[in-house]
């Protein structure tokens, strides 16, 4: 798993993620490919917390070059 926490360059992620509410919490689960599997924003709860779990559990296509 991994997690990216942006505070560089706010408005070019938020303008290509579509958010206007900074005052709201935001997550976005990507596959490697840079595929959004889920989205979600506002205040965690059990069904936000299961959309996630079901997203990072999703398998993941296979990589075409090494790390």
């Known amino acids: 798993e991994s997690v990216i926490l942006l505070y560089r360059e706010e408005a070019q992620w938020r303008k290509r ?5 900074d005052k709201t919490a ?5 596959d490697g490919e840079g595929k ?3 989205r979600l924003s506002g205040a965690p709860n059990e069904s936000s917390l299961a959309r996630v779990r079901a997203a990072l559990a999703q ?3 296979a990589s075409g070059g090494g790390r």
């Open 26 to 30: 935001h997550v976005v689960v990507v």
């Open 59 to 61: 398998p993941q296509p």
């Open 17 to 21: 993620l579509e958010v206007s509410d």
């Open 36 to 38: 959004v599997l889920e």
